[in-house]
């Protein structure tokens, strides 16, 4: 039986990710186009499971490309969206605003890199980032235990959620692929002999944006 479900959806294409800047929150200026009509894709998708099976809550993040996702999911799903800063992801500090390359060569590689160094001053750091995103995933998991719960979310959110749910040590080299306007979902089990286990249903699925990848190519 499946008893709490954790649904994240990584937000649309947004500018910052087309221009290849560090979007923090004086940088966002939320999605493109496409970052739209992704996330419209995705909440169709949503809306016909969440007519047999209804979320009972959707969060999303306070930068405004999370904000800007989450909204679109609130208006197809008729469902009630719920901004909050435990959905948000790393601080940057001085980096926001800069590009990612310029950000990587000065650090030497990207946050992962170097976990427990700050990539830019002001920035939080990689294992950092993951203890306080896990902390706070951890305290929306027992507020929603035994419901469905929808996300706005950061792909490093979706990382967090894996780190904390799969005992991932935070030091670990090892990677996740999360592609805008993807699902990844999270249901925790509960079987006949009263034993408790968080599989992950599925990650970065893109199955829903198949027709806009199509139109891209051609």
Known sequence: MITTELVFVRHGEA??????????????TGLTNRGYAQI????????????????????????IRLRQ??????????????????VDGPIHG???GQSWTEVKTAADGGPHAHPDKPWAAGSDTWNGYLERAGR??????VQHEGERVLFAAHGETVIAAHTLLLGI????PAGFTISHGSITRWQHHLNRLDQRRWILDRH??????AALAQEAAS
């Open 94 to 96: 001085t980096a926001d």
């Open 136 to 141: 706070l995933l951890q305290e929306l998991i």
């Open 169 to 172: 040590p935070r030091a670990s």
């Open 204 to 209: 970065n699925d893109t199955e829903h944006l």
């Open 15 to 28: 500018q910052c990710n087309v221009d290849g800047l560090v979007g923090g929150p004086r940088t966002c």
């Open 40 to 63: 419209e894709q995705v909440s169709l998708r949503l809306a016909s499971e969440h007519r047999a099976n209804p979320f009972d809550a959707l969060y999303a993040g306070p930068r």
């Open 69 to 86: 996702t989450g909204e679109i999911i609130s208006q197809i799903l008729r469902l009630t969206m719920r901004t909050d800063d435990r």
